[in-house]
């Protein structure tokens, strides 16, 4: 599978603590889309759907989140990476810039196979930052499975920063201008006390 970088301990892509991979390579290109920089087919590296795993279990997450660029312009491997999260017990999502009638074949079975898939294409007009795991209004959420009990399921905006042992930040989700601001006039400062433990 060609991805471009997966993240560990996230709870804002799906619920539970989860592995996060962005896939490489879109077809679709939502105008106003974030992240494209996976659009190149060309970036990115190769990662197999049993080194995913092994990782997404040595970093005690539950579930797997495959976002991009667009998974389903791999749909074979991206199939395989449901098949083998659901032999393995963990839940999986699935991002998808598709919408439900675009579908046949492999991607339709991997929309009907894995746990949760957010639908649709990202309308940058409808764009919210107050909605649960979708960047616009039109985009759908859909559960193939029973939706956990206690599950907080309420429209906010989510946001997660990481940081790595070399001090690195990454931001995920939807921050608010305001709050880029904020980290990017206070991380050299973070970043310094980091590097100095």
Known sequence: MRVSQVVHNSQIYGPGQRTILWTQGCSIRCPGCWNDK????TGGYDLTVEEVLILAKENNDTGVTILGGEPLDQPEETLKLIEHCHESGLSIMVYTGYEMDELRGVKLTCVESAD??????????????ELLWRGSTNQTILWNTEIPSGLDLSERRQTEIHIDSKGKMQVLGYPSESTLTKLEESYGSLQSLIQNK
């Open 116 to 129: 949760i898939v957010i639908l649709g294409r990202y309308v940058d007009s409808m764009r919210s930052e």
């Open 38 to 41: 996976l659009w190149d087919f």
